[in-house]
């Protein structure tokens, strides 16, 4: 649609497909009528490129950033974004996803995952993954911080992941010192929160409570001459264990009233909530900004460390610790099995501590047989530590089999 009074506009159109590999190598054409008369035309070519792992005929399909409170924790879920909080980082994630024809047999390969600070030093991220026979598709990160927030400089990084010095994937993420949380005139922040069943969203609030919501929505107001001519917010969501996530927000301009006000749903982790204080921050053009801070309340399952458990699964392996990749299990093979691993994420919304969380661990097998027992084990819990991460080795004695 053309407005009355414009000179000139721009306009687009588009096909495609979700996923990457749609289009066969060739040149294309494409025309443009109107009415049957030819308005514009033009051409361009798809070209083949070499495979990024050559050993499994592999192409890179994503590249993508998450912050993690582990070098190592697969019971985590995954929050995505490309601007995270310098005071509460802790270790930024390379993920890419590899598609390739299915695999005849086991494949070890190797990528080393550049990080190059805002001062131009670099540092390289080396893993070796390995993929099973019959995989057509699989999702790889590489891990680089510390387990302690506070060591990111603010400013600008990027990444490159290389194999066989070929360059296979890049991106960029920033790091931001976390500004005043002053809202500018007219701008406002509002929270609502929906559940299955229910009508619609809930009135405004602050605190929200475990079990009584599905989602939450953040409501974003920006005067229109702070917006400029932009009408998308982007947002950054910050949990209590001080992990970043994006989200956007499309905003609407209400003549009336002289803003932008748009709503959308708050990126949060998947399953049981943390609970604590969380940061929103949205900006939108050059001079529109807003933050504020909502809470998320619920039962303690440990009520003497003011803890819950957010997510727990056993993994198989070795002597180390499963990874990023490691997938889940409810059964293994008795011939294979070398040790288990019992990974717990708890949260810690206040500074409630004993000083350890004390647990023990039992295994057992048919008819209840005891095959296992840690006896008593106690996990350090410091009270600003708002995540924790109980990790356990499972491990028969020597000579004994897994029955």
């Given at each position: ?36 008369r ?9 070209v083949?490129?070499?495979?990024a ?25 995954r929050l ?15 993920e ?9 047999s ?16 670099a540092?390289?991220v ?14 790889h ?24 010095d ?11 010192a976390a ?11 509002r ?10 969203r ?69 399953g ?37 458990v ?17 997938a ?28 350890a ?22 996990l350090p819990v410091?009270p600003g530590?708002r995540a ?10 020597p ?5």
């Amino acid at each position: 649609m053309v407005e009355k009074g414009w000179a000139g506009s721009f306009h687009t159109a588009g096909w495609g497909a979700r996923q990457s590999g749609a289009w066969p190598a060739g040149t294309y054409h494409v025309a443009c009528t109107e009415e049957g008369r030819s308005v514009a035309a033009t051409s361009f070519e798809v070209v083949k490129r070499p495979p990024a792992i050559p050993s499994l005929g592999a192409a890179v399909t994503h590249v993508k950033f998450f912050e993690s409170v582990a070098e190592r924790l697969p019971v985590e879920s995954r929050l995505y974004g490309a601007r995270f909080d310098a005071q509460g980082a802790r270790w930024i994630k390379t993920e890419f996803g590899l598609v390739y024809p299915a695999a005849p047999s086991a494949t070890t390969f190797s990528v080393e995952c550049v990080y190059v600070f805002p001062d131009g030093s670099a540092h390289p991220v080396r893993l070796e993954r390995r993929v099973r026979p019959g995989w057509t598709v699989s999702v790889h990160s590489a891990a680089l911080g510390w387990d302690d927030p506070g060591h990111w400089p603010a400013g600008s990084y990027k990444v490159s992941c290389w194999h066989n010095d070929n360059q296979i994937a890049a991106a960029g993420f920033e790091v931001v010192a976390a500004p005043a949380p002053v809202n500018p005139s007219g701008s406002r922040l509002r929270f609502s929160s929906a559940k299955s069943g229910d009508a619609g969203r809930s009135a405004p609030a602050q605190a929200f409570e475990t079990g009584g919501f599905d989602t939450l929505f953040a409501e974003a107001t920006v005067p229109l001459k702070a917006a400029g001519d932009s009408t998308d917010f982007a947002c950054v969501v910050t949990d209590p264990a001080g992990s970043t996530a994006s989200f956007p927000i499309r905003g609407e301009p209400r003549e009336k009233e002289r803003v932008l006000a748009g709503a959308g749903p708050v990126s949060l982790r998947d399953g049981v909530p943390m609970r604590g204080a969380y940061r929103v921050e949205c900006r939108v053009g050059a001079k529109g900004f807003v933050v504020d801070r909502f809470e998320v309340t619920g039962r303690a399952e440990l009520p003497e460390l003011d803890a819950g458990v957010l997510g727990a699964a056993v993994f198989e392996g070795d002597e180390q610790p499963p990874d990023d990749e490691a997938a889940p299990g409810a059964s293994f093979r008795a011939g294979e099995v070398r040790s288990l691993w019992v990974e717990a994420l708890l949260d810690h919304p206040t500074g409630k501590t004993p000083g350890a969380l004390a647990y023990s661990c039992r295994l057992t097998g048919a008819r209840n047989t005891l095959l296992l027992d840690t006896g008593a084990r106690k996990l350090p819990v410091a009270p600003g530590d708002r995540a924790i991460v109980l990790r356990q080795r499972l491990s028969l004695p020597p000579k004994k089999k897994w029955p």
